[in-house]
Nanobody, 123 residues
Framework: QVQLVESGGGSVQAGGSLRLSCAASGYTYSSNCMGWFRQAPGKEREGVAVIYTGGGSTYYDDSVKGRFTISQDNAKNTVYLQMNSLKPEDTAMYYC????????????????WGQGTQVTVSS
């Protein structure tokens, strides 16, 4: 079965950095979409960044573009989210997601989801 294991969440002060990792197993990693989504209490889940593993194309929500970077390590079946210049509004539960369908989109319609990892940014 598909399993997405996330790590790297935590608490940081505004301006700090975190790197989230998502290790995928039981999943055809190539030529698929993987991404990061987040959900704050009382808000809808929103797309942060996605990557097309077949070609490496990446897409970011405007709110994080220039601060966050999604990348992949095919040898490890792992996707990363490097988060720099964190802001309090980045505070949310961050979820790794995967889907066999393409093209990749920044909306939470993916078939597979990780358990979530909490990111808290204090001011």
């Amino acid at each position: 079965q598909v399993q997405l294991v996330e790590s790297g969440g935590g608490s940081v002060q505004a301006g700090g950095s975190l790197r989230l990792s998502c290790a995928a197993s039981g999943y055809t990693y190539s030529s698929n979409c993987m991404g990061w989504f987040r959900q704050a209490p009382g808000k809808e889940r929103e797309g942060v960044a996605v990557i097309y593993t077949g070609g490496g194309s990446t897409y970011y929500d405007d709110s994080v573009k220039g601060r966050f970077t999604i990348s992949q390590d095919n040898a490890k079946n792992t996707v990363y989210l490097q988060m720099n210049s964190l802001k309090p509004e980045d505070t949310a539960m961050y979820y790794c997601a995967a889907d066999h369908r393409v093209p990749c989109v920044l909306v939470p319609v993916y078939n597979y989801w990780g358990q979530g990892t909490q990111v808290t940014v204090s001011s």
